[in-house]
C-alpha cells in the first residue's frame, strides 16, 4: 500500500511550463511502476507517462517530446511539462502500479489541475 500526493499545479499560458511533483509514502524503487495520467472534463482518465522501477520510461504520443517523467533517489515522481497547450488542460493524478499489468493493483493521489489557457 501507498499514499501519493501531488503538488505543482496552476495556470499557465501556452507556451509555458509546470513541473508536477509526487510525493510517495514509500520507496517508488520498491513500486513496480508510477505513473501520471489526466483526465479532461467528461473525457475519460488517460496515461500520460510513466517509469518502471527499472528506470524504463513510455509516454502518450500526445504529449511525448513536450514531457518528461523522472524521479529522485527516494520517494519522488515529476512531471516535467514543457510547451504546454490548451489541450493539456485537465486533472493530472499520480498513479502507483504494483505488479505487472495482469494482475495490477492500482493507487491514486488526489489530483492536481493543470490549466493552459489560449
Known amino acids: 500500500q501507498v499514499q501519493l500526493v501531488e503538488s505543482g499545479g496552476g495556470l499557465v499560458q501556452a507556451g509555458g511550463s509546470l513541473r508536477l511533483s509526487c510525493a510517495a509514502s514509500r520507496s517508488i524503487f520498491s513500486i513496480n511502476r508510477m505513473g501520471w495520467y489526466r483526465q479532461a472534463p467528461g473525457k475519460q482518465r488517460d496515461l500520460v507517462a510513466a517509469i518502471t522501477s527499472g528506470g524504463t520510461t513510455n509516454y502518450a504520443d500526445s504529449v511525448n517530446g513536450r514531457f518528461t517523467i523522472s524521479r529522485d533517489a527516494k520517494n519522488t515522481v515529476y512531471l516535467q511539462m514543457n510547451s504546454l497547450k490548451p489541450e493539456d488542460t485537465a486533472v493530472y493524478y499520480c498513479?502507483?502500479?504494483?505488479?505487472?499489468?495482469?494482475?495490477?493493483?492500482?493507487?491514486w493521489g488526489q489530483g492536481t489541475q493543470v490549466t493552459v489557457s489560449s
Open positions: 498513479n502507483a502500479r504494483f505488479g505487472t499489468a495482469i494482475d495490477a493493483r492500482y493507487y
